[in-house]
C-alpha cells in the first residue's frame, strides 16, 4: 500500500499538469495520515483510496491485522506463534483496480 505517503507525496510536485497520483492504503491509520499530509500541503491532484485493492471475485471487506507499534508491519496474515506484539484484527473495505478506475476517470490514463 502506499503507507503514509514516503514516495507518493515527494513525487506530486514533479507531476504534471494533467497528471494525478492515486494512494491506495489499507490500513486506516496510515490513510488519515496521507489525508492530513495532502490536505496541509494543499496537493490536489493526489487521491486517497482508503481500500485493499483485490480482485473481482474477493469479499468485498477482508481482516487486516495492524500492527500497534509499527503501521508498516501491518498484514494480511494473522499473527505468528511466538509473535510478541500483539496485531488488532480491522475490517477494511476491498476494491479491485477496474472497479477504481471506474469511479476515478484519471485512472484509465494508467
Known amino acids: 500500500g ?5 514516495y507518493t507525496l515527494p513525487l506530486v510536485p514533479c507531476l504534471g499538469q494533467s497528471a494525478e497520483a492515486f494512494a491506495i492504503e489499507a490500513v486506516p491509520g496510515n490513510a488519515e495520515r496521507i489525508m492530513a499530509s495532502v490536505l496541509e500541503n494543499r496537493y490536489d491532484k493526489v487521491v486517497v483510496v482508503p ?3 483485490g480482485g473481482p471475485s474477493d469479499p468485498p471487506t477482508i481482516t487486516f491485522n495492524v500492527n500497534p507499534l509499527s503501521k508498516g508491519a501491518s498484514r494480511r496474515a494473522p499473527r ?16 479491485t483496480l477496474d472497479a477504481l478506475a471506474e469511479r476515478e476517470p484519471g485512472m484509465k490514463k494508467v
Open 2 to 6: 502506499a503507507n503514509i505517503g514516503t
Open 51 to 53: 481500500n485493499a485493492v
Open 80 to 95: 505468528a506463534e511466538g509473535e510478541a506484539v500483539p496485531l488488532a484484527p480491522v475490517e477494511v473495505k476491498l476494491t
